[in-house]
């Protein structure tokens, strides 16, 4: 049987600002399965990032978060026990590796920081050199000592990453991990990833815009848009059938592996304005397919099988 490992439900994020009320993320609800790797794809702006960072409890003073439920193994989590759990049982890897390690403070005192935080039971020196070694930042006891400006961007993210695994979470949150890095440094990251995975059994989100990415690492995958799940489902059925426009519209948009030279056909538009978000459909000035119905109200989740769905009315009989 399946254990669940994350839970959320209709969960909303709102960020003051001189201009007014940002609705960055509306009413999203999905579970994470042990073991298993979600992928969450969309464009910038799609709300990806936003809604892991409320999970976590990183917003700051100016968001503001509300859902019906967000539970993690079975517990409901509140502010106070998120902050317990933030680096232990539920790590996150930030986007820019390069801005993500203090520059006055050597990479070894940082690594133990988060030992030291969580109380690790153990030699700290030993684990950090450790989780180093596995990540390929040797030989570890000499570069403890140093410094972030001496390490490359792929090596900068792989102390992220041995950072984040320093207490053996059962949740890691990617969000852009291979972000700014060259195109062979990408795969080895993403491979270094495969490998911790498999050998710690642990759960990934990854959150990236990069469908190839999505594509081969992930075994269910969300589509985000506009702050909201535009479709959901396995990675075969969201790359072989995918069901709502904007899907389709992103897998277009991409070059085809067979080596053709076609055309790219890009989604024209603009993304919508969160400050005032569409009363309809997040996708509707952009859609090709939309129906006056899209402009007025939201569509609800269409279910295709137990694992596929997607909201758009162009699977209901309006």
């Known amino acids: 049987m399946t254990e669940e490992i994350l839970r959320v439900e209709n969960l909303r994020t709102t960020f003051t600002?001189?201009?007014?009320?940002v609705k960055a993320v509306e009413g999203v609800s999905f579970t994470v399965n042990r073991g298993e790797v979600l992928g969450i794809a969309g464009e910038s702006g799609s709300g990806k990032s936003a809604t892991m960072l409320s999970i976590m409890g990183l917003l700051g003073d100016a968001g503001r978060i509300s859902y019906d439920s967000l539970s993690f193994m079975g517990e409901n989590l509140t502010p106070e026990s998120v902050k317990t759990?933030?680096?232990?049982k539920i790590a996150m890897i930030f986007q820019d590796p390069m801005t993500s390690l203090n520059p006055v403070?050597?990479?070894?005192?940082?690594?133990e920081e988060a030992l030291r935080r969580h109380k690790w039971q153990g030699n700290i020196h030993e684990?950090?050199?450790?989780?180093?070694?596995?990540?390929?930042?040797?030989?570890?006891?000499?570069?403890?000592?140093q410094y972030p400006?001496?390490?490359?961007?792929?090596?900068?993210?792989?102390?992220?990453?041995?950072?984040?695994?320093?207490?053996?979470p059962e949740l890691l949150i990617a969000d852009e991990p291979t972000t700014a890095l060259d195109v062979t440094v990408q795969a080895q990251i993403l491979g270094l990833l495969r490998e911790i995975r498999n050998d710690t059994g642990m759960s990934m989100i990854l959150i990236t815009?990069?469908?190839?990415?999505?594509?081969?690492?992930?075994?269910?995958?969300i589509v985000m848009y506009g702050g909201r799940i535009m479709e959901e489902g396995t990675s075969r059925e969201i790359f072989g059938s995918p069901s709502h426009p904007y899907t389709r519209g992103l897998l277009h948009s991409l070059p085809k592996a067979d080596g053709k030279r076609e055309r790219l056909?890009?989604?024209e538009g603009q993304p919508p304005d969160l400050?005032?978000?569409?009363?309809?459909?997040?996708?509707?000035?952009?859609?090709?397919?939309?129906?006056?119905?899209?402009?007025?109200?939201?569509?609800?989740?269409?279910?295709?099988?137990?694992?596929?769905?997607?909201?758009?009315?162009?699977?209901?009989?309006?």
């Open 105 to 111: 403070l050597s990479v070894g005192w940082q690594l």
């Open 265 to 267: 056909i890009p989604i």
């Open 149 to 168: 400006h001496e390490f490359s961007g792929g090596q900068r993210q792989r102390l992220m990453i041995a950072m984040s695994i320093l207490c053996s």
């Open 85 to 88: 759990l933030r680096g232990d």
């Open 275 to 318: 400050l005032n978000p569409p009363e309809g459909c997040p996708f509707v000035k952009r859609c090709s397919e939309a129906m006056r119905i899209c402009l007025h109200r939201k569509p609800e989740a269409l279910t295709l099988s137990e694992t596929h769905k997607y909201s758009c009315w162009l699977g209901e009989k309006c």
């Open 209 to 221: 815009h990069d469908l190839g990415v999505i594509a081969g690492e992930s075994d269910r995958v």
């Open 127 to 145: 684990r950090v050199a450790e989780m180093m070694t596995k990540v390929g930042i040797v030989p570890a006891d000499e570069r403890m000592r």
């Open 17 to 21: 600002t001189s201009a007014g009320e």
